[in-house]
Nanobody, 124 residues
Framework: QVQLVESGGGLVQTGDSLTVSCVVT????????MAWFRQSPGKKREFVAA????????LYAEFVKDRFTISRDNAKSTVSLRMNGLEPEDTAVYYC?????????????????WGQGTQVTVSS
């Protein structure tokens, strides 16, 4: 059974940094593209960042504006998202996603496996 478990969310203040991580079990992620999405109440799930299997290519949403960095450790079956300069607008549940593909995608439908999410709240 494939499981993606996110961790590292919490309550922070504007301008703070936070790293959320996702550990995958039941699956070898070395051939997967991994991604982070987020969803706020009343809004659609939106793409944040993605990284291909080797870690050599990444894709970010425009709103990231060089504040976030996605990384992966295939040996530890882990993908992380380092978030700097957090703003109240970044408040959301952050989801990890995975799929065996050679392409970076910003569309949720491209990913077959999802975690349950971790809440990130940024106070003003």
């Amino acid at each position: 059974q494939v499981q993606l478990v996110e961790s590292g969310g919490g309550l922070v203040q504007t301008g703070d940094s936070l790293t959320v991580s996702c550990v995958v079990t039941g699956r070898n992620i070395s051939r997967d593209t991994m991604a982070w999405f987020r969803q706020s109440p009343g809004k659609k799930r939106e793409f944040v960042a993605a990284i291909i299997m080797t870690g050599s290519n990444t894709l970010y949403a425009e709103f990231v504006k060089d504040r976030f960095t996605i990384s992966r450790d295939n040996a530890k079956s882990t993908v992380s998202l380092r978030m700097n300069g957090l703003e109240p607008e970044d408040t959301a549940v952050y989801y990890c996603a995975a799929d065996e593909t050679f392409r970076l995608s910003r569309y949720p439908s491209a990913y077959s496996y999802w975690g349950q999410g971790t809440q990130v709240t940024v106070s003003s």
